[in-house]
């Protein structure tokens, strides 16, 4: 529930509200003011001046980055010169950091460069933190990165002041939220695979889901947040003072029984599958666990596990998938942050766009909690991924025949935005519970934080095609989605299955899964099942 308030949090802290040039002679500061307004069309450009003297993207951004400049007795146009001051609209927020440091017009990059590095936050975290929980563990990664999390929220509501300056201001804000990004991945990573590791292969999705459907509250408290709290400093404070609580989450969870077996600490992983047991009311399968640590020894007696990236490419079978795997981040991360920072394209009051795009995404999770244990994995990515790249590059076509009717134009183009919002936002669940299942024990963390920390990269490209690319032609970043979701819903056929399937704990095991177009698939398959079959209980349970 807490790394989506922190990734969507600046949606509404660095929005941009309405605004136009601020003249010296007048005399109020509103908006709204209608002597005001009277006056800035006097020296607003008309659309023919704007094609005269800039080239800009948009009539829209000519009208509210310039103003006209007149000659002395004010009878003729000497030429379009940027605006010194801006007059702000605070109907709908009442302070946020792009007023504050007037990120708007030719300062606009530096609002789209703290999301950017965020996201590369994002890389650092995952990579970072992916690599410590393999190592040290899940439970310790989790506590260690709520409690950065909490210290980051702190910075960014109280670091940046108006007697440090912009600049400085500006760089505290951007190093917070570099802490932040990696925070939010350490909690991410390391509780999925937690719970991945802790329950049965058939109970694996739901906790998948549960998380996605937690991902969803926290966008809705955040939207509630955000509608009480309308300036950006109270707002960040209020997120943070909800983060405190879950620090203390490292006292409650257990580790990983799974993990603990895999580094032959086999009575820790015992007392905690015990408990397990009892709180299932289960009996506990002795002969199993004894026959299953006989296994583990003679494992890391005879071979030394490498943990690290060299895994993930030590065999042909795990290198394909690695790589595939890395596409598919960077293709999700691009489309689903791409249209989910996008929503201002449904043209409705940004409140009620990020609570429709909320019911959305829980809708799509919704769908596939109760499609994907009886059509696997495989499948409905696919059909997924495929069917958004056909959706996205029917835009075109779509807003060419209905450009006499602008009403009918936009009410297809709202059904298709949400559509798209539906598709990437099912895609990219699926991918997570998917790669989760694909990766062995030893490594899963890790290959799950490369695979995040690729797929941020896919997020920083949203991120630039929206505010940069939309600005050379406004079917840019649709047209690149569209084309990137096909490519990756094609070659997301090669995974194998995992639908019903024991998590892999080896490299070795993912190497007998095969991949689609082997042709010892099944023979591979069949001797994963049978391992597996020896083990009922055990593997199961772990």
């Given at each position: 529930?807490?790394?989506?308030?922190?990734?969507?949090?600046?949606?509404?802290?660095?929005?941009?509200?309405?605004?136009r040039c601020h003249h010296p002679t007048q005399i109020s500061d509103t908006y709204n003011n209608k002597s005001n307004e009277l006056f800035s069309k006097f020296y607003q450009p008309t659309e023919t001046e704007c094609k005269l003297h800039q080239k800009l993207a948009s009539l829209k951004e000519c009208q509210r980055c310039y103003r006209k400049s007149y000659s002395s007795n004010r009878s003729t146009i000497n030429s379009l010169q940027t605006c010194d001051n801006y007059v702000f609209d605070?109907?709908?927020?009442?302070?946020?950091?792009?007023?504050?440091?007037?990120?708007?017009?030719?300062?606009?990059?530096?609002?789209?460069?703290?999301?950017?590095?965020?996201?590369?936050?994002?890389?650092?975290?995952?990579?970072?933190?992916?690599?410590?929980?393999?190592?040290?563990?899940?439970?310790?990664?989790?506590?260690?990165?709520?409690?950065?999390?909490?210290?980051?929220?702190?910075?960014?509501?109280?670091?940046?002041?108006?007697?440090?300056?912009?600049?400085?201001?500006?760089?505290?804000?951007?190093?917070?939220?570099?802490?932040?990004?990696?925070?939010?991945?350490?909690?991410?990573?390391?509780?999925?695979?937690?719970?991945?590791?802790?329950?049965?292969?058939?109970?694996?999705?739901?906790?998948?889901?549960?998380?996605?459907?937690?991902?969803?509250?926290?966008?809705?408290?955040?939207?509630?947040?955000?509608?009480?709290?309308?300036?950006?400093?109270?707002?960040?404070?209020?997120?943070?003072?909800?983060?405190?609580?879950?620090?203390?989450?490292?006292?409650?969870?257990?580790?990983?029984?799974?993990?603990?077996?895999?580094?032959?600490?086999?009575?820790?992983?015992?007392?905690?599958?015990?408990?397990?047991?009892?709180?299932?009311?289960?009996?506990?399968?002795?002969?199993?666990?004894?026959?299953?640590?006989?296994?583990?020894?003679?494992?890391?007696?005879?071979?030394?596990?490498?943990?690290?990236?060299?895994?993930?490419?030590?065999?042909?079978?795990?290198?394909?998938?690695?790589?595939?795997?890395?596409?598919?981040?960077?293709?999700?991360?691009?489309?689903?942050?791409?249209?989910?920072?996008?929503?201002?394209?449904?043209?409705?009051?940004?409140?009620?766009?990020?609570?429709?795009?909320?019911?959305?995404?829980?809708?799509?999770?919704?769908?596939?909690?109760?499609?994907?244990?009886?059509?696997?994995?495989?499948?409905?990515?696919?059909?997924?991924?495929?069917?958004?790249?056909?959706?996205?590059?029917?835009?075109?076509?779509?807003?060419?025949?209905?450009?006499?009717?602008?009403?009918?134009?936009?009410?297809?183009?709202?059904?298709?935005?949400?559509?798209?919002?539906?598709?990437?936002?099912?895609?990219?669940?699926?991918?997570?519970?998917?790669?989760?299942?694909?990766?062995?024990?030893?490594?899963?963390?890790?290959?799950?934080?490369?695979?995040?920390?690729?797929?941020?990269?896919?997020?920083?490209?949203?991120?630039?095609?929206?505010?940069?690319?939309?600005?050379?032609?406004?079917?840019?970043?649709?047209?690149?989605?569209?084309?990137?979701?096909?490519?990756?819903?094609?070659?997301?056929?090669?995974?194998?299955?995992?639908?019903?399937?024991?998590?892999?704990?080896?490299?070795?095991?993912?190497?007998?899964?095969?991949?689609?177009?082997?042709?010892?698939?099944?023979?591979?398959?069949?001797?994963?099942?049978?391992?597996?079959?020896?083990?009922?209980?055990?593997?199961?349970?772990?």
């Amino acid at each position: 529930m807490v790394p989506p308030i922190m990734v969507y949090t600046w949606s509404f802290t660095a929005a941009t509200p309405d605004f136009r040039c601020h003249h010296p002679t007048q005399i109020s500061d509103t908006y709204n003011n209608k002597s005001n307004e009277l006056f800035s069309k006097f020296y607003q450009p008309t659309e023919t001046e704007c094609k005269l003297h800039q080239k800009l993207a948009s009539l829209k951004e000519c009208q509210r980055c310039y103003r006209k400049s007149y000659s002395s007795n004010r009878s003729t146009i000497n030429s379009l010169q940027t605006c010194d001051n801006y007059v702000f609209d605070r109907s709908i927020y009442k302070k946020t950091l792009v007023e504050e440091w007037t990120m708007v017009c030719d300062r606009v990059g530096l609002r789209s460069t703290v999301q950017m590095i965020y996201f590369a936050g994002f890389m650092c975290g995952a990579l970072f933190f992916g690599t410590m929980a393999d190592r040290y563990g899940r439970r310790k990664v989790m506590g260690a990165s709520f409690i950065l999390m909490t210290f980051a929220g702190f910075l960014c509501t109280y670091g940046p002041q108006a007697r440090f300056g912009v600049w400085p201001s500006y760089i505290i804000f951007v190093i917070a939220r570099i802490l932040l990004a990696c925070s939010t991945r350490g909690i991410s990573e390391s509780g999925f695979v937690l719970g991945s590791e802790m329950v049965e292969p058939d109970k694996r999705l739901m906790v998948g889901i549960v998380m996605d459907y937690f991902f969803v509250f926290g966008e809705f408290f955040l939207v509630l947040m955000a509608y009480i709290f309308r300036t950006w400093r109270t707002l960040t404070l209020v997120i943070t003072l909800f983060t405190i609580p879950f620090c203390f989450f490292y006292f409650i969870l257990p580790e990983s029984p799974r993990w603990l077996v895999s580094k032959g600490r086999f009575d820790e992983a015992e007392t905690i599958l015990r408990h397990i047991a009892i709180v299932n009311k289960q009996n506990f399968d002795s002969d199993a666990y004894e026959q299953l640590k006989e296994t583990q020894k003679n494992s890391m007696t005879h071979k030394t596990v490498s943990i690290g990236v060299i895994s993930l490419f030590r065999t042909k079978v795990i290198r394909i998938i690695t790589l595939n795997l890395f596409f598919q981040w960077l293709a999700q991360n691009l489309v689903f942050y791409g249209v989910s920072q996008n929503t201002g394209a449904w043209e409705l009051d940004p409140y009620l766009s990020f609570a429709l795009s909320g019911v959305v995404e829980l809708f799509a999770y919704i769908v596939i909690h109760l499609i994907l244990n009886r059509l696997g994995r495989k499948l409905p990515y696919c059909l997924f991924a495929i069917l958004f790249g056909l959706i996205a590059l029917l835009t075109l076509p779509v807003q060419a025949f209905l450009s006499d009717n602008k009403s009918m134009q936009r009410s297809v183009m709202l059904i298709i935005n949400i559509s798209l919002k539906f598709l990437a936002s099912a895609s990219f669940a699926i991918i997570y519970l998917y790669t989760t299942e694909l990766f062995p024990t030893n490594v899963r963390t890790t290959a799950l934080g490369y695979c995040s920390m690729i797929g941020r990269l896919g997020a920083i490209l949203g991120t630039f095609s929206n505010d940069y690319l939309a600005r050379v032609w406004i079917n840019f970043p649709i047209i690149l989605y569209g084309v990137i979701s096909l490519i990756a819903g094609i070659l997301a056929l090669v995974f194998p299955e995992t639908l019903h399937k024991p998590l892999p704990q080896t490299v070795d095991e993912v190497e007998q899964m095969g991949l689609t177009l082997c042709s010892k698939n099944e023979r591979r398959r069949g001797s994963l099942s049978n391992n597996a079959a020896s083990h009922p209980t055990t593997t199961e349970t772990l």
